[in-house]
């Protein structure tokens, strides 16, 4: 077991990526705690690992709120006594064309996407410092690294807040690796391609995601969108010690994107 007794927190938890990553974490032993804003989805997920015999339990955080970040990290740490692993998933998207794009798109993605990953790494780092180790793993996205824009087919089109918070994900992921490695801290980011979850397919027609899929199995270099279980197992090296001499680093799971190779 790869994280027997590790307290791991994941933003954005309850679905999707957040919850694959949770699941992958329990079973290799892990302490779950769900952070995320959705009340009904927490509580389900929770369910289900405490079902299961896994001790799980869940936050109501916005991470976007700085002093919810702190509660969160001070309250986990009053349960367990430690926080080993933080994965910074919880994000959200508007895409809308950059002409049209208000202030109500752009700053909503900043901070959820950008500003989120700095107020919980920081909010979590004196509990790691104190034990001179920990884990940091962030979730930037394919649009973040300068992949092809989100209007291919299939996509709705106008990235430009989403794209932008993703690249600040990975320098942000550098300096933070810079800063904390002192502290036996590791720091890394996963930059995933296309992902069937709810945020991928509530920004999309019916059409555009059979558009988009057709699209993936078109260009991607493996020719099929991923699943998530193929995602959470890189979440879980940089999370384990398998990855316990890698910092600073951001690897593409994408199925091989042609735009790129
Ligand atoms: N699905 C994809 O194809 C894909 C591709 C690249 C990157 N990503 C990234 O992966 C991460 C997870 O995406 P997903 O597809 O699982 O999305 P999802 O919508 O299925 O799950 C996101 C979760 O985050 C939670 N959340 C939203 N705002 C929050 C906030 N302010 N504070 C705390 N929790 C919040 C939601 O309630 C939800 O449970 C995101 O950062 C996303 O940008 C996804």
Excluded at 223 to 244: H, M, N, P, Q, Y
């Amino acid at each position: 077991m790869r994280l027997k007794d590790k307290v791991a927190i994941i933003t954005g938890g309850a679905s999707g990526i957040g919850k694959a990553t949770a699941d992958a974490f329990a079973a290799e032993g892990a302490i779950i705690v769900i952070a995320d804003i959705n009340v009904t989805a927490i509580d389900a997920a929770v369910a289900q690992f405490r079902k299961k015999g896994v001790t799980a339990t869940g936050h109501v955080c916005d991470v976007s709120n700085r002093d919810d970040a702190h509660r969160l990290m001070k309250s986990v740490d009053a349960e367990f006594g430690r926080i080993d692993i933080l994965v910074n998933n919880a994000g959200i998207s508007r895409y809308r064309a950059f002409a049209e794009a208000t202030s109500d798109d752009w700053d909503p993605v900043l901070a959820v996407d950008l500003k989120g990953v700095f107020f919980c790494s920081q909010a979590v780092a004196p509990y790691m410092r104190a034990r001179k180790s920990g884990r940091i793993v962030n979730i930037s996205s394919a649009l973040g690294t300068g992949a092809a824009p989100h209007n291919t087919a299939g996509s709705p089109g106008g990235s430009a807040a989403y794209a932008s918070a993703k690249a600040g994900v990975i320098m942000l992921t550098t300096t933070l690796a810079r800063e904390l490695s002192p502290d036996g801290i590791t720091v890394n980011c996963v930059a995933p391609g296309s992902f069937l979850t709810e945020f991928s397919s509530s920004t999309r027609t019916p059409q555009q995601v059979e558009d988009h899929l057709e699209y993936r199995r078109k260009h991607l270099l493996l020719r099929r969108v991923g699943t998530l279980d193929e995602l959470a197992s890189v979440i879980l090296f940089f999370a384990s010690d398998d990855s316990s001499y890698v910092t600073g680093q951001t690897l593409n799971v994408d199925g091989g994107r042609s735009d790129r190779i």
